[in-house]
């Protein structure tokens, strides 16, 4: 079920809306091949009517669970938006679509939530990525050491005699 309100409820007073929305219903489920919504979106908004358009502000939270873009290591990123709004205008070329005297926020909070998701999900700030066959132990010495000069490409050109 969206996010839905009546502008004939505006009238008087402010409208306060809070409740969780199915993660289902954000179609969010294909967006990032890293990040997997599995909980309800929690909301607490408030909707205002002003002159000629409606203001909704509140906050926002998600909790998604994402797979590290350096190691693939699961983790959970809790998306919170606690000073979310967006500006409806009543006329206009810019006007929300109104069915029924109702409002659907949904399409509104699908955007900003996806402008909110990371980038690159890191499951921790410093993750060095994958360590498969990593080994912190010195190697026998004779592969330890730096190429010699001779295997460079350079050492090529150097036997050249210009004149």
């Not at 000629?52 to 998306?79: D, F, N, T, W």
């Not at 979310?84 to 006329?91: G, S, T, Y």
Request: contains cysteine; proline residues 8%.
């Amino acid at each position: 079920m969206p996010v839905l309100f009546n502008i004939r409820h505006l009238e008087e007073k402010p409208l306060f809306l809070e409740g969780e929305l199915p993660v289902e219903e954000l179609e969010l489920a294909e967006v990032d091949e890293l990040i997997h919504p599995f909980q309800p979106l929690v909301y607490r908004l408030e909707v205002q009517r002003l002159e000629k358009a409606i203001l909704v502000q509140g906050s926002l939270r998600l909790i998604l669970r994402c797979e590290c873009a350096r190691c693939l290591k699961p983790h959970r990123y809790a998306l919170e938006l606690e000073t979310w709004a967006v500006h409806l205008a009543l006329q206009g070329e810019e006007k929300v679509l109104i069915n029924n005297d109702c409002v659907d926020l949904t399409p509104y909070l699908r955007e900003d939530i996806l402008l909110a998701f990371p980038q690159h999900p890191l499951c921790e700030p410093g993750c060095k990525g994958l360590e498969i066959g990593r080994n912190d132990q010195k190697q026998p010495s004779g592969l330890n050491r730096e190429p010699e000069l001779a295997s460079a490409p350079w050492a090529e050109l150097n036997k050249l005699k210009l004149k």
